[in-house]
């Protein structure tokens, strides 16, 4: 493996580790029947859209400065829609009506909707090992879900479940339809221009929702879940997803998705809510196969010198 692929996969598994955390700490900070002092998810939206636009701005102010072409900003406007405006905040309002589970289940259709649409906007082949680690990979995490599925107050909605949807497609159409644009700049430079058309239009949407939070009412660990949410499941994660997507094919980059259940069910067992047992360790073989596989399937670019 070449430095290259190293960065991304590296990148790409501090990603999803800090996003498998992010479901159930967030359940934590959102405003619900069993956390009536959480904030509501519009609320938390524009926290994360502010805090990471203004973190990446910081740490922009100390690199050198990179011009961005007015097509390509125009380009990083309609990608800040799809990778971070719908895809969040949707995510954070049906995450607020609905449960973990359902939420962690419907995140496993992105690699599948990624490798289809990778299809038609990068021309990308959808060969007999990039769908089958797919399938083994989607296979691992549901199986992965439904053993680890239990608790109480834990309730589905359809307009819930309805939003996480809307979210995870517009997600994969974010990882294929932008790619070529997110490569040709520094994660630094794409992230502060797309984070900025996010947080105007979080502030512009849901002030209201803003306005309204009792900030002195917060506890201390409410405070702690939303400075998790804004440092490290938004600005930490999106640095790294661009790296990702520099040196990894769209395919690769989503089904580290999968990757993340199984991080969220460590953390329960860590914790003690949960056991270790022949159904999740088979589940998380699964999972890591189907990663190897999508990995070392075969690129256009390959395919096409092979032919030659």
Not at 38 to 48: I, K, Q, T
Not at 153 to 171: E, K, M, P, R, W
Not at 200 to 223: C, G, N
Not at 278 to 297: E, N
Request: proline fraction near 5%; hydrophobic fraction near 55%.
């Amino acid at each position: 493996m070449d430095i290259g692929k190293f960065k991304g996969h590296a990148a790409l598994w501090v990603a999803n580790i800090v996003w498998g955390l992010n479901a159930p700490i967030c359940k934590g900070v959102l405003v619900s029947g069993q956390n009536p002092g959480g904030v509501s998810p519009f609320a938390l939206s524009v926290f994360r859209m502010v805090g990471a636009c203004l973190l990446f701005w910081t740490v922009s102010a100390f690199l050198p400065r990179e011009r961005v072409a007015p097509r390509d900003v125009l380009m990083l406007l309609f990608a800040s829609v799809f990778g971070i405006q719908l895809n969040q905040m949707l995510f954070l309002w049906g995450l607020s009506l609905t449960s973990p589970i359902d939420s962690s289940i419907i995140a496993t259709i992105v690699p599948v909707l990624t490798m289809i649409l990778a299809m038609f906007f990068l021309r990308e082949p959808i060969t007999w090992l990039k769908s089958g680690g797919v399938a083994l990979g989607c296979f691992g995490a549901l199986l992965l879900i439904y053993v680890s599925q239990h608790g109480a107050g834990q309730t589905s909605s359809v307009v819930g479940d309805f939003l996480c949807i809307v979210s995870a497609v517009s997600y994969a159409v974010y990882l294929t339809a932008f790619r070529n644009t997110i490569v040709r700049y520094s994660p630094v430079t794409t992230m502060k221009w797309m984070f900025l058309f996010a947080a105007a239009v979080s502030v512009a949407i849901y002030f209201r929702p803003l306005s309204e939070v009792d900030y002195a009412a917060l506890s201390p660990r409410t405070w702690g879940g939303i400075g998790y949410v804004v440092v490290c499941s938004t600005f930490l994660s999106y640095f790294m997803v661009p790296i990702g997507q520099r040196y990894l094919r769209p395919t690769v980059v989503s089904i580290y998705n999968y990757v993340q259940p199984v991080v969220a069910v460590a953390f329960t067992i860590a914790v003690g809510l949960d056991s270790f047992g022949f159904s999740k360790a088979a589940a998380a073989l699964c999972v890591f196969a189907g990663v190897w596989c999508v990995t070392r399937s075969k690129s256009r670019a390959q395919l096409d010198a092979e032919r030659q």
